[in-house]
C-alpha cells in the first residue's frame, strides 16, 4: 500500500461541539503522537489534568447500544468516538494522543467532515517505523437474526460492503461497496450523517440517548420525508452512514486491516462482535509490514498481495 511509514499530526488541532447522546458540551485536542503508540484517548479535567487514558482498540469497548463507547474497569471514558476513528482511519492517520474534557466525543454535523477538516489543517507527518497492519488471512463471520457481518481476506488493502434494510419508503434497501483510501473516504464517505426517526425520539429521550440530536447534527426522518430543511447529501447517504460507522468500529483493531467487511443490517454491536471474533482466532489473522515499492508483488499461492507492495510478516498474533 501507498505510504507504507507510520503518520501522526503535524501540529496540535482542537474541535469543540456537543454530545449527540449527552448533549453536554466538549473539547477535543488531538495531538501528535509517536511511533506505535496508536490512538489513544485521554479523559482530563478542567485544568488539564489526566484522569484516565485508554488505547483505542477492541478491548477497550464497553457498549455498544447506539454509539460506540471506550472505556476501562472503571467505567466509560468517552462516548461516539465512531466519527472521529473512521476519519483518522480513513485518512491513514496513525498515532494520535486524543485529550477530551467531557463524556462524549461532540457529534459536529452528524458527519466526519469537521474531524477530517481538523486532521488537514494539522497536517500529517511520515515517522520513521513501517506501517503494521492486521491482514485477515481466513474468513470470519457473525450472525445476529437477520443481520450478518463478516471479514474475509482482501488482496487490495481495506473494502467495505454495506447493505441495509429499513421499513420506510425514504430509505428501503441501499447498498454500496468501496475500497476505502483517503480520497474516496473524504468525497464519499465523510460527509454522510447520523439519521433518527422522528417516531423514536420519546423513547430515545426517556432511555437516555438523543439529549443533544438538532437538526443541526441528525438527519430527522419522519414517517414521508426528511425534516431537515437542506434534505439528503447523497441520494444514498444512509448507507454511506453506515459505512462511515463500520470504518470507525473496525479502526479498533488498533492497525489498518488488510481485509474486506461485508455488513447486512448491522450496526455499532455486529461490528464489535465481528471484530472481536477475528481478534480471538489468532489463526485468521496476522500482523504485516508493507515496505513501499514501484508496483504490485504477487506473492507465492495462499497469501494475500497488497497495493504497492509485499506483505512482509512482522510479528505473529498476540495470543492472550
Not at 26 to 31: D, I, R, S
Not at 52 to 58: I, L, N
Not at 91 to 101: Q, W
Not at 257 to 282: C, I
Request: glycine fraction near 8%; proline fraction near 5%.
Amino acid at each position: 500500500m501507498k505510504g507504507a511509514k507510520q503518520t501522526t499530526l503535524r501540529d496540535q488541532i482542537a474541535v469543540s461541539g456537543i454530545g449527540v447522546h449527552s448533549g453536554l458540551p466538549a473539547t477535543l485536542t488531538l495531538n501528535p503522537a509517536g511511533d506505535d503508540e496508536g490512538i489513544v484517548f485521554r479523559r482530563v479535567s478542567a485544568d488539564g489534568s489526566i484522569e484516565r487514558e485508554v488505547r483505542a482498540d477492541v478491548r477497550s469497548v464497553t457498549a455498544t447500544e447506539f454509539a460506540t463507547v471506550l472505556g476501562d474497569s472503571k467505567g466509560p471514558i468517552c462516548s461516539t468516538a465512531e466519527h472521529l476513528l473512521a476519519a483518522m482511519r480513513g485518512l491513514h492517520v496513525d498515532n494520535v494522543i486524543v485529550e477530551i474534557d467531557g463524556p462524549e466525543v461532540p457529534i459536529m454535523d452528524g458527519s466526519a467532515v469537521a474531524f477530517v477538516d481538523a486532521l488537514d489543517q494539522a497536517g500529517l507527518t511520515t515517522r520513521a517505523q513501517p506501517r503494521r497492519y492486521i491482514e485477515v488471512i481466513k474468513p470470519v463471520r457473525v450472525t445476529k437474526d437477520k443481520a450478518f457481518g463478516e471479514l474475509r481476506p482482501y488482496s487490495h488493502g481495506f473494502r467495505v460492503e454495506a447493505e441495509i434494510e429499513f421499513d420506510h419508503p425514504l430509505i428501503g434497501k441501499q447498498a454500496l461497496a468501496l475500497d476505502i483510501e483517503p480520497n474516496t473516504f473524504r468525497r464519499e464517505i465523510a460527509p454522510a450523517r447520523t439519521f433518527g426517526f422522528m417516531k423514536d425520539v420519546a423513547k430515545l429521550w426517556s432511555a437516555g440517548y438523543a439529549l443533544g440530536a438538532n437538526f443541526a447534527n441528525t438527519l430527522v426522518i419522519s414517517e414521508d420525508r426528511v425534516l431537515n430543511p437542506e434534505g439528503l447529501r447523497f441520494a444514498d447517504e444512509f448507507v454511506r452512514h453506515k459505512v462511515l460507522d463500520a470504518i470507525g468500529d473496525l479502526a479498533l483493531a488498533g492497525q489498518p486491516l488488510l481485509a474486506a467487511y461485508r455488513t447486512v443490517r448491522g450496526g455499532h454491536n455486529l461490528n464489535h462482535a465481528v471484530l472481536s471474533a477475528l481478534m480471538a482466532d489468532t489463526s485468521a489473522w496476522r500482523v504485516v509490514e508493507a515496505p513501499s515499492t514501484a508496483a504490485p508483488v504477487r506473492r507465492a499461492r495462499g497469501h494475500a498481495d497488497i497495493g504497492a507492495g509485499l506483505a512482509v510478516p512482522a510479528y505473529a498474533p498476540d495470543v492472550s
